[in-house]
């Protein structure tokens, strides 16, 4: 079992429209969660971070995070084809040496 | 802030000889510095921790004779590739931790080199 999993995608939306990425871990002591967004051929870049139960907002955009469900997700209002991107979720793990574990990310889409 | 540089930002070389890779923190300390690997369509790859004064630590499966790391100053953090070969060649992004901020764990990237061995 990964210990961060995503949905590859794609997952397309149109303009406009709310992207919803989702986020499962399996460490449940995990205390950090992070979104990094990544365009094609750079670097990741931070978008959020969440460490308590409950949601966040930042924008355009809000991150959610269930420690029961062992869940995070992203929510991206009023999408932009900017957006289109490969989203990356990263969980600081429990005893991990101050290390992030990311998932493989989402590639998302954003159509005209 | 925690704006995190790297040089070169891409570089070619000929099979066996070493590449630097240097990750500087231009606004902020690192005490720690990571190391990842990415090939195409693939995630991040941790390849080693940096730390500030100590020696690295290497995720299981990377050779620490051949990615050597220098972390000799809170500000910079380096990565050589010896004897590289092309199978090395791939992204290789560096982050910097920023203890000042709120939520230490953030982890802040460089924009990436991009290695290609002939």
């Known amino acids: 079992q990964k210990e961060v999993e995503q949905n590859s995608g794609p997952l397309s939306v149109p303009e406009g429209a709310i992207a919803s990425l989702n986020c499962t871990y399996s460490?449940?002591?995990?205390?950090?969660f992070f979104w990094y967004r990544q365009y094609s051929g750079k670097s990741p870049e931070l978008i959020m971070s969440i460490y308590s139960n409950g949601d966040k907002e930042d924008g355009r955009f809000t991150a959610q995070l269930n420690k029961a469900s062992q869940y995070v997700s992203l929510l991206i209002r009023d999408s932009q084809p900017s957006d289109s991107a490969t989203y990356l979720c990263a969980v600081g793990l429990t005893g991990g040496g101050n290390k992030l574990t990311f998932g493989t990310g989402t590639q998302l889409k954003v159509e005209l | 802030g925690a704006v995190v540089s790297q040089h070169p930002s891409w570089v070619i070389c000929k099979s066996g000889t070493s590449v630097k890779i240097e990750c500087r923190s231009l606004d902020f300390q690192a005490t720690t510095m990571f190391w990842y690997r990415q090939f195409p369509k693939q995630s991040l790859m941790l390849m080693a921790t940096?730390?500030?004064?100590?020696?690295?630590?290497?995720e299981q499966g990377v050779e620490k004779d051949k990615f050597l790391i220098n972390h000799a100053s809170l500000t910079l953090s380096t990565l050589t590739v010896t004897s590289a070969h092309p199978e090395d060649s791939s992204f290789y992004i560096c982050?910097?931790?920023?203890?000042?901020?709120?939520?230490?764990?953030?982890?802040?990237f460089g924009p990436g080199t991009r290695l290609l061995v002939l």
């Open positions: 940096s730390n500030e004064g100590s020696k690295a630590t290497y």
């Open positions: 982050s910097a931790r920023d203890f000042s901020r709120t939520g230490g764990e953030t982890q802040y």
């Open positions: 460490d449940r002591g995990s205390q950090s």
